[in-house]
C-alpha cells in the first residue's frame, strides 16, 4: 500500500486534534519508516489557533485537504475526526485529486465513500491521533501489515449466515444518516454496508437507520458489516439492548450480517479498504 519513505499529508478538516496525541500517532508513523507532515492548518491547531469546534474555517480547510491530493504526497490521513467534512465535500474539486490513499473514519465517512466511487484507495482506519495511545497491539499490527500491502482479514460473527460479494461502502452510522438526502447519501446497492456507532442510545441508532432505510439507502444491500456500537446501551432495566434493536431492523433485510467485526471508535480499529471484498466464513476481505 504504501512504500517506505512515503510522504503522507496530515489533514485537519474537521475537529481540532490534541497535539501530543498527534505527535505520538506521527512518530509512530515515523518508527515504522513513513514521513508524515503536517499541513498549514493542522500545524495552526498546534500552535493553539482552531475555529470553535472545527480544525480551522472552512475555506482554510478545504484548501488544505484540496492541496494534500496535489501529488506531492503519497497518502493523506486524517487528524481526527469530530464533524466539519459535510461542509466542505460540495466543494471538493475530485478531478484536480491525486488518487492516492486516503485514511480515516467516524466523520472521514463522508468524503472515504465519494472517494470510493469515484476510484480513489479509500481507508476506513484510525485517525492519527489515536494511533499511539488508544488502539490496541492487534489493531496496530494490522495496520502495519495493511501498509506493507498485504491484505487484512477481518473476522466477525454471522448473525445471518452467508456469503457475498461487492464494494464495501458505508461507516459511522450517524455520518451516513446525515447525508441522506444531499450529494453524500451513500449507494449501497449490490454493496457490502459498514455501520458502526458510537454514544448513541438504541432509539437512536433506530432513528438514524430508520432514516437510511426511508431514504433508500438499504435498496439491493448484498451484506451488512457490523463493527463497534461502542457505549450504546439501553438505560439500567430497560430489558433490551442495541443489538436487538440491530437485530430487528436488519435481520429482515435477508441478507448475510456479520457483526463484531474490529471496527469502530474503541481500541479495536483494523483497517478496512473501501472497494470490492468478499464476505465468508465469518470474515470479510478485500479482493
Known sequence: MLAPR???????P???FTPARLEAGMDLLREWGYKPELLPVSRAVVEGNSHRYLAG????????LQDAFSGDYGAVWMARGGYGLARLLPQLDFRRMAKVPFFGFSDGTVVLNALARRGFPAVHGPVLQTLADHLDDGSRRS?????????????????VEGEAEGPVVGGNLCVLASLCGTEGQVNAYDALLLLEE????????DRMLTQMFQAGVFEGVR????????????????????EDVLRERLEPLGVPILA??????????????????????????EV
Open 260 to 285: 463484531g467485526l474490529p471496527v469502530g471508535h474503541g481500541a479495536q480499529n483494523w483497517p478496512l479498504k473501501l472497494g470490492a471484498a468478499r464476505l465468508w466464513e465469518g470474515g470479510v476481505v
Open 57 to 64: 474555517k472552512d475555506a482554510a480547510r478545504l484548501h488544505e
Open 6 to 12: 512515503t510522504r503522507i499529508a496530515v489533514v485537519s
Open 14 to 16: 474537521s475537529g481540532v
Open 198 to 205: 458510537l454514544n448513541e442510545a438504541p432509539y437512536k441508532v
Open 223 to 242: 451484506g451488512v458489516l457490523l463493527g463497534e456500537f461502542l457505549n450504546c446501551g439501553a438505560p439500567e432495566g430497560a430489558g433490551y439492548g442495541v
Open 143 to 159: 495496520l502495519r501489515i495493511f501498509l506493507s500491502g498485504e491484505k487484512v482479514a477481518l473476522e466477525g460473527k454471522f448473525w
